[in-house]
């Protein structure tokens, strides 16, 4: 039996820095501006000795939404010149080479060591299945029961036919820890993916994202899911730069 240390900061949105035993991975970068004058993972931003650490660095991106992607992560390239990009196909940029690399949904591609799986959303882009280190990390990118309080009965009918269709293809994956949207803006219905997700996927540990500044809501979260007496952890978020320590034994 092994103990593998994962360390992972919230920097907002989607966005985390996850740092395992040999890589460093970066998820949908949003807001660049710092709280202090030093940009650091421990207040949401990334700065040159969070790059210069001796491991492997790869960058996500699963949509070109601007609270999902930052042209600002290729200015990284001064700090470390081997730095990989997996970039969803909807993003578009002017130099393209062989440390940059385009997906669609259901790729399969293995680089310096990792292996990474394409999934479908349920808005632009892809989510993210991968395997680094032993461990297993799902980012759902924009992936979510998108039930909106003020659509109609056939859009959010057609909203929740094209969610279920795409967490069908996800059952059976091991996941160790997922990360996924817990959006307030849908009001009641803010629960509904993430429910449905963790009852179908069964993650050991799941990540709220996509709740901007309201932290409460991933405490409400975990909440509803222990009323339900789920067996998957839920991470409870209170600020910006936050860091957790997950210990996961295989």
Same mark, same amino acid.
């Given at each position: 039996m092994m103990n593998y240390d994962v360390k992972i900061n919230y920097l907002y949105n989607s966005g985390y820095f996850i740092e395992t035993k040999n890589y460093i991975l970066i998820f949908d970068y949003y807001i660049d501006i710092s709280t202090s004058y030093i940009k650091s993972i421990s207040n949401g931003t990334i700065g040159e000795a969070d790059l210069k650490k001796n491991k492997k660095i790869f960058v996500f991106c699963s949509h070109s939404h601007k609270d999902h992607f930052n042209p600002v992560i290729f200015e990284w390239r001064s700090f470390r010149q081997d730095i990989n990009y997996i970039l969803s196909s909807d993003i578009q940029i002017c130099d393209v080479d062989e440390k940059i690399y385009f997906v669609e949904p259901y790729a399969d591609l293995t680089i310096d060591g990792i292996h990474i799986k394409t999934y479908g959303s349920t808005d632009i882009g892809v989510s993210f299945y991968i395997e680094v280190d032993g461990i297993t990390i799902f980012h759902a990118g924009d992936l979510n029961w998108w039930h909106w309080w003020d659509e109609d009965k056939a859009y959010n009918e057609k909203a929740e036919k094209d969610f279920k269709g #795409?967490? $069908?293809?996800?059952?059976?994956? #091991?996941? $160790?820890?997922?990360?996924?949207p817990v959006d307030p803006r849908l009001k009641e219905s803010y629960s509904l993916g993430g429910e449905y997700f963790i009852k179908s996927v069964n993650p050991k540990i799941f990540i709220p994202m996509h709740f901007g500044d309201n932290y409460e809501i991933t405490r409400l979260f975990a909440k509803h899911i222990e009323r339900l007496n789920l067996p998957t952890k839920i991470m409870k978020l209170d600020y910006r730069g936050q860091e957790m320590r997950i210990e996961l034994n295989s």
């Open positions: #795409e967490i $069908d293809k996800l059952k059976g994956i #091991e996941s $160790d820890i997922a990360f996924f």
